[in-house]
């Protein structure tokens, strides 16, 4: 059984923490890890490290916003994809989720014919399909990298509706103090 622990400021500069979020995303989709520890002390991310015994496998931070939980990060230890964890951990996560706001995440899309990694976003969209997410109409390009918007709800999720999300995380993110 994984052992769930809340992510909060007493906790969060954990250094295997940062090293998991810090290998697990390309460096173009990471927020950087200080900037991000301001915006978990002013929005509402659900911020999990999930452990089987005193290992650390894996992490996800959900933000949760007035229509829809987002599913901002998720990543499995690299030494530990293919066992199982992924699996667990998002089986839990929809769980949680289940029956309020639609859970929705956003991916590397696989129809980006183009891009580098074009295998492993084919697997990942797959992983995410057979554990019971669907596909929206709606991507979004930046810098380059295509995403495709995914869900656990049949309730439509539009062009506009990403849209406005990224309007309301921009107002913080212009908001916050640089670091010089």
């Known amino acids: 059984m994984l052992r769930k622990i809340q992510i909060d400021s007493g906790n969060v500069d954990d250094p295997e923490l940062r090293r998991i979020y810090g290998t697990a995303f390309p460096v173009e989709e990471q927020i950087p890890y200080d900037d991000l520890i301001y915006l978990i002390s002013k929005l509402d ?26 599913g901002w990060y998720f990543a499995v230890q690299e030494q530990l994809r293919g066992q199982g964890y992924g699996q667990r951990i998002l089986t839990s996560l929809l769980d949680i989720y289940r029956g309020k706001r639609p859970f929705i995440i956003d991916i590397e899309s696989p129809q980006q014919a183009d891009a580098p990694n074009l295998e492993q976003r084919q697997r990942r969209h797959a992983f995410y399909l057979r554990n019971g997410l669907k596909d929206t109409p709606t991507s979004r ?10 869900t656990n709800s049949d309730e439509a999720f539009t062009q506009q509706d990403y ?15 640089r670091h010089q």
Do not use: C, Q
């Open 45 to 70: 991310i659900n911020y999990t490290a999930y452990y089987e015994d005193e290992k650390l496998v894996g992490l996800t931070m959900v933000l949760h916003l007035p229509k829809y939980n987002w």
């Open 141 to 150: 390009t930046f810098e380059g990298i295509t995403y495709t918007i995914m």
């Open 163 to 177: 849209d406005s999300i990224l309007t309301s995380l921009r107002t913080v993110w212009d908001s916050m103090p």
